[in-house]
């Protein structure tokens, strides 16, 4: 008699066993703990109960996600940093740029001041040379011609001129040993005039002019 009591105690116990067991799977099956739908898909149509799926359950965002998105932020920023890297160099090349187009122009022009320095120089000896050239033919011709005659070209002249010309006329008679004939023209000038131009050979010395 009391083994038929245990024997039916244990039944029951294997039921309740059993129920507890396919109640847990359910549940868990429900929460989406573990994957038994198959199983209990009809289960859940009559009592009308819809099990978590992946597309219900909470979206979990994936860890390749994170490291995309941390190198697309690390790519951007490397390109930034390059473009002001750029930026800068390009500012540096412009004045860079523009400091040398100065000194260029400063170098241009003390080039043309040279330039017209010497320019002018030349001129100024080649009007030396060619006046020399002539002054020293009229103090030539001057000594070949007649007194009265050589002081009315004289007379003809600017002082400068009437000045440079007997200078002329000296260095010819020294150079030659003979004596000048400026003195004698200038004895058959006006003696105002005579004394002007005696009194600027004094006072001014030799001159390109």
Known sequence: MARGKNAGKSIVLLFL??????????????????????????????????????????????????????RIDKQREALQLYKEELDKRDTDLSASEKRNEQIATELAERE??????????????????????NIEQIAANLNGMQPKAAVNILLAMDDQ???DVLRKVEEIAAANGTSSLGSYWLSLMPAERAAEIQRKMVNKPETLQ
């Open 17 to 70: 066993i059993i129920i507890l067991a396919l109640g847990g799977l359910l549940w868990f099956d429900y929460l989406g703990i573990i994957h038994a739908k198959s199983v209990f898909a009809p289960l859940y149509k009559v009592l009308g109960m819809k099990p978590q799926t992946s597309s219900t359950a909470v979206t979990v965002k994936p860890l390749n996600s994170d490291i995309d998105q941390d």
């Open 161 to 163: 001129m009437v000045i």
């Open 112 to 133: 043309k001041t040279q330039e017209d320095r010497e320019k002018t120089f030349n001129n100024t000896v080649k009007k030396y040379d060619d006046k020399e050239v």
